[in-house]
C-alpha cells in the first residue's frame, strides 16, 4: 500500500510539472524574432506660457453711519457693514436715440464681513476712470438703509487711482448707509 502511494504521489507530481511547463511561455519562442520598434512622433514642445490678462481692480468700503457695531470707526463715527451690495457702472457715448449715455458695463458685488468690496474688470479697454462710478446698491438691514455718502443712491462716487498699485483704483469716498428717522441702529450684525 505505501508502494501504491508512493507511485501514485509520482505520478501526480509528474502531471504538475507538465502543467507548469505548458503554462510558462517559450522564451526561444521570443528569442528568435528580433524586436519591432516603432517610430514614434516627438514630443510636442511646450506651448509659450499663457499670456497674463490685465485686470483693473475697484475697491472701497461700505459703512453705516452713527451706529456702532464692530469695527466701529470713532473719527468717522460709523461701521463697516457687511453683506452690502455696491454696484460699478461703466458709461460710454451718448446713445443712438440722442438721450444719456449708454452703459457700458454694470456688475454688482457684495461686501465681506469688514464692509469691504472688490470689482474685478476684465475689459481694460471699456474701463476709464473718468467714465465709470461706484454707487451704492442695496443694505442688508432695514435699520440702516437710508443713503448718506451720497446723499442720493442714484449718484455715483467717481474712481481715483491708487499711487502705489498698478491697475487699482478706488472709490473717491467711503459708500455710506445710515438709519433712516425714527428708526434705530441694528444691535449687530
Do not use: W
Amino acid at each position: 500500500m505505501v508502494s501504491m502511494i508512493k507511485i501514485h504521489g509520482a505520478g501526480v507530481a509528474a502531471v504538475a510539472v507538465l502543467l507548469l511547463v505548458a503554462m510558462l511561455p517559450s522564451h526561444a519562442s521570443t528569442m528568435d524574432k528580433p524586436a519591432v520598434y516603432k517610430h514614434a512622433a516627438p514630443a510636442p514642445s511646450p506651448s509659450p506660457a499663457a499670456k497674463v490678462q490685465p485686470v483693473i481692480i475697484v475697491q472701497g468700503v461700505i459703512f453705516c453711519k452713527t451706529c456702532k457695531l464692530p469695527g466701529y470707526n470713532h473719527d468717522m463715527d460709523a461701521s463697516p457693514l457687511p453683506n452690502a451690495t455696491a454696484k460699478l457702472v461703466c458709461y460710454g457715448g451718448a446713445d443712438k436715440s440722442g438721450g444719456g449715455y449708454r452703459v457700458l458695463n454694470m456688475t454688482s458685488t457684495t461686501t465681506d464681513k469688514t464692509g469691504y468690496f472688490l470689482f474685478m474688470v476684465y475689459d481694460v479697454a471699456m474701463f476709464s476712470r473718468e467714465s465709470c462710478r461706484v454707487y451704492l446698491r442695496t443694505s442688508p438691514t432695514a435699520r440702516c438703509d437710508a443713503p448718506s455718502l451720497p446723499a442720493d443712491a442714484s449718484l455715483g462716487i467717481i474712481l481715483e487711482k491708487s499711487e502705489k498699485k498698478k491697475n487699482v483704483y478706488s472709490a473717491k469716498s467711503v459708500l455710506m448707509y445710515a438709519p433712516r428717522k425714527g428708526r434705530k441702529c441694528p444691535r449687530y450684525y
